[in-house]
């Protein structure tokens, strides 16, 4: 697959705070590619250059062939975007708001008709087509905001955030209209901090934390480069902190800790964990209630990486 | 209640939260530049206009004569007129015409007209008029100077009819005094003709009866019985200012005054016959010269009566309104009659509401769509900036358009106002002045980030803008500081040329300066828009 859109460099400094540091990134054609990072990593300010919305400092950037600075008519005429908030006019009707759209893209009145109609079908608003937009639900505005993305028939789609503050059938509604549209050929690049949604959703991701990338790739190829550790959850009858030292000093344990009963230990090892630690309970007479390894989520790659959780 | 160990029990009135709360907004209020600024001008503007304004009469209010006469009188009136504060002459002019284009170019607000032959028509005992032509259209500008002219008109007025009667008393007094020596030395003396002259000695003791007791009734009614000149004047100048004050034509001051004229001109008549009298006892003292050496004597005693009988004759003439008021105040509005406030009012309230709806509604269009992210949409779409601008502008010049239309029918519906000149030249100067609204707010709406940081820079030129159009406040009271302000602000010039062409029914040629002054600020203005219109959003 070929990319469509190619970053090289791509800078954005506010003053002194530099919001995006020389990031290089590539989206391939047809791909859902999520991008991740915890609120202010600078993801908002990455789609606002590539958007034409925010000149960058230095860097460049092609969006499906297009140079986003001096091309950047050719670019909004390509792209759809759906932005973090509800950006349409909410005086108008679902139909005028995008009637309106269609017209700014300097569509034909008949391809504004028909599209009009076909995209209040495809967000499930054709019921709604009359009604003042500022009186929608969330899920429905959010709805009708991609509806207002797809006016242009976009290769690229972007999708900021789209289900922050949504309640879940919202949710699942708006994941599952992304997944059609991208079945339909379009390229998403779909912004999140919901590490779930990303890992369930998005063919390739990047994470972003303060201005840089800091992985980059399928869900497990990221979940394995940590893969150097392990971890085993341990239920037990009576856990004391007296164990839980002895435990730490256990040969090939990282870390021990401790959250409602539950141990969760870290290794650098696993060959014959089992056994060791039963063993280990055996001659302590404790009561192993439940024992089990534990896959890598995504967010805890992030955690890794970062240090740090990533709703703060 | 114990698990709050950390706080304190709520109370109705909690000082330090009270505190906290004047803290926070003081905090949050310092922080925001763009409203603390407004909040503080405001006030001072507001003082600056007000103090400025109430109390202070228009001053120096230019103004033009159209001299048809150059007599001292003429002089005298002219010199008053300067001499006010209200009214400062800017030219002497010798016609109508010019007098006219002066007041249409609003070089001048005031024309006064000073007719032809107007001392010869003072002095000859007739009335003569001044006329005053003002320009209406600045409501106080006009009230003041026509109350200031009207005073020195009647002062002047005054003055004339006080000398007038002053003079006719003195001849008055000096042919009873001339009669009374006539009788006391000519009769007692020449005893021979005593018997010839017996009637006219009956009819020179009437008359000097009947016009003595005239003299001293005349300055009875105009002082009180007092043998002193000097006070008897300025009695006389009491009683005419309460003549001036309570003046109806049919008024009890009127009437008595017109009643001491006829008497005046009937001892007039009786002092007429008695020089006819003293004329033949003369003549037939004359024929008797021969006998008596002292003729010259007798010459000169009837010199003394037939003068002042002559100059009494002169008053004879007279009539009570030319004699009070030999000066007459006369009022034409410069364009057409029947001109009320709501005429004038109705074209700053358009060039106001214009410049208000564009302004404000820019907050909203701009600012406001900036904030709700529906520009960001906008700016999503492959729609250049030169684009958005011009949308936006000619959406408020449309919408302006008919705002004016529905203000112009509703005034015409409501208050029957009257436009003068033609609804095509309304409309140039509402289009232009329409668009150089817009583009300002534009402007403002690219200066700042929130909306409500919009309304309050939007209120540092709206502020001015209400305040310096001359629709509540006479520009011509402010001092130059403000005026100065005022031509910097585009009301002046919409405000100026709608109020030419609405009140005074100019053409668009006539206002020509106006609307080339707004089409340079629309330039200007809209050429910035290009400029510093914004695309980020941050």
């Known amino acids: 697959m070929k990319a469509i859109i190619e970053i090289k460099n791509l800078t954005k400094k506010f003053g002194t705070l530099t919001a995006v540091n020389a990031i290089n990134l590539e989206v391939k054609e047809g791909e859902i590619f999520g991008f991740l990072g915890p609120n202010g990593a600078g993801k908002t300010t990455t789609i606002s250059m590539l958007n034409t919305l925010l000149k960058p400092t230095s860097g460049t950037a092609l969006v499906a062939g297009y140079d986003f600075i001096k091309d950047s008519s050719y670019v909004r005429g390509i792209i759809g975007v759906v932005p973090q908030s509800f950006s349409l006019f909410p005086e108008l009707t679902a139909e005028e708001n995008l009637t309106y759209i269609g017209k700014l893209y300097g569509m034909k009145d008949s391809v504004i008709k028909e599209r009009t109609a076909s995209l209040l079908k495809t967000v499930a608003l054709q019921e709604h087509k009359d009604r003042i937009s500022g009186t929608f639900s969330g899920g429905m505005k959010q709805r009708l905001s991609i509806a207002a993305g797809l006016m242009p028939q976009p290769k690229i789609l972007f999708m900021d955030e789209p289900t922050t503050g949504l309640d879940p059938q919202s949710r699942i509604a708006i994941r599952e209209l992304t997944r059609t549209l991208n079945n339909s050929g379009i390229t998403i690049f779909y912004t999140t901090h919901d590490m779930e949604e990303a890992d369930k959703l998005c063919d390739r991701i990047a994470i972003m934390d303060k201005g840089n990338i800091i992985a980059l790739g399928t869900s497990e190829e990221i979940k394995h480069s940590i893969k150097a550790e392990h971890i085993v959850e341990i239920e037990l009858e009576s856990p004391s902190n007296q164990l839980i030292s002895e435990l730490r000093k256990m040969p090939h344990v990282v870390s021990v800790h401790q959250s409602n009963g539950i141990l969760n230990i870290r290794l650098s090892r696993k060959d014959g964990i089992f056994h060791k630690l039963s063993d280990f309970f055996y001659k302590r007479r404790q009561k192993v209630l439940e024992i089990r390894m534990k896959e890598h989520s995504l967010e805890d790659v992030f955690i890794h990486l970062t240090k740090k959780d990533l709703r703060e | ?538």
């Open chain 2, 1 to 538: 209640m114990s698990q709050h160990k950390n706080f304190e029990k709520e109370r109705i009135i909690d000082l330090k939260k009270i505190l906290a709360i004047i803290q926070k907004n003081f905090i949050v209020i310092m922080r925001d530049k763009a409203r603390i600024l407004p909040l503080i001008l405001f006030p001072v503007f507001m003082i600056l206009v007000f103090g400025f304004t109430s109390g202070n009469a228009p001053k120096h209010i230019p103004t033009a004569v159209i001299a048809y006469d150059h007599s001292q009188l003429s002089q005298k009136i002219q010199q008053d007129i300067s001499g006010s504060q209200t009214l400062a002459i800017k030219k002497i002019v010798s016609t109508e015409g010019e007098g006219k284009s002066l007041l249409d170019s609003g070089k001048v607000k005031v024309l006064i007209v000073i007719p032809s032959q107007l001392q010869e028509k003072i002095d000859s005992g007739g009335q003569a008029g001044i006329t005053v032509i003002v320009d209406e259209s600045d409501s106080s500008v006009a009230s003041t100077s026509k109350q200031a002219i009207s005073s020195i008109i009647t002062g002047a007025s005054k003055d004339i009819s006080i000398e007038k009667i002053m003079s006719f008393q003195k001849s008055v007094g000096a042919a009873s005094q001339g009669m009374q020596n006539y009788n006391s030395q000519f009769l007692n003396k020449y005893s021979l003709i005593i018997s010839k002259s017996k009637s006219a000695e009956d009819s020179l003791k009437e008359a000097s009866k009947k016009i003595s007791d005239q003299a001293s009734s005349l300055e009875n009614s105009l002082s009180a019985p007092t043998p002193i000149i000097a006070p008897r004047i300025t009695r006389a100048n009491e009683s005419f200012n309460y003549f001036n004050q309570t003046y109806i034509p049919e008024s009890a001051a009127y009437l008595s005054a017109k009643g001491q004229i006829s008497v005046l001109k009937q001892s007039s008549s009786l002092v007429e016959s008695a020089r006819e009298n003293v004329h033949d006892t003369s003549e037939m003292a004359k024929e008797e010269d021969k006998k008596f050496k002292n003729a010259q004597d007798y010459q000169s005693q009837q010199d003394n009566v037939v003068e002042p009988a002559n100059s009494i004759k002169e008053f004879t003439g007279y009539n009570a309104g030319s004699l009070l008021k030999p000066l007459a105040y006369e009022e034409k509005p410069a364009y057409g009659t029947g001109k009320r406030n709501i005429d004038f009012l109705i074209p700053s309230i358009i060039a106001l509401t214009i410049f208000q709806g564009a302004v404000m509604g820019m907050g909203r269009a701009v600012a406001g769509e900036r904030r709700e992210g529906s520009l960001t949409r906008v700016f999503l779409t492959p729609t250049s900036n030169v684009t958005i601008i011009l949308g936006t502008l000619f959406f408020y010049i449309i919408f302006e358009i008919l705002r004016s239309a529905f203000l112009i029918l509703l005034a015409m519906n409501l208050f029957s106002i009257r436009i003068e000149g033609s609804l095509i030249a309304v409309l140039v100067v509402v289009v232009i002045y329409a668009g150089v609204s817009t583009a300002i707010g534009m402007l403002l709406s690219s200066a700042v980030k929130t909306e409500t940081q919009y309304f309050g820079v939007a209120m540092l030129v709206s502020l001015p803008t209400v305040f310096l159009a001359g629709a509540f406040f006479p520009i011509q009271a402010m001092p130059k500081l403000l005026q100065g302000v005022a031509s910097f602000l585009p009301v002046t010039y919409a405000g100026d040329a709608l109020r030419g062409i609405m009140i005074k029914g100019f053409s668009i040629a006539t206002v020509a300066f106006d609307v080339i002054i707004l089409l340079v600020f629309f330039a200007l203005t809209l050429g910035a828009c290009f400029i510093v219109f914004r695309r980020d959003i941050e």
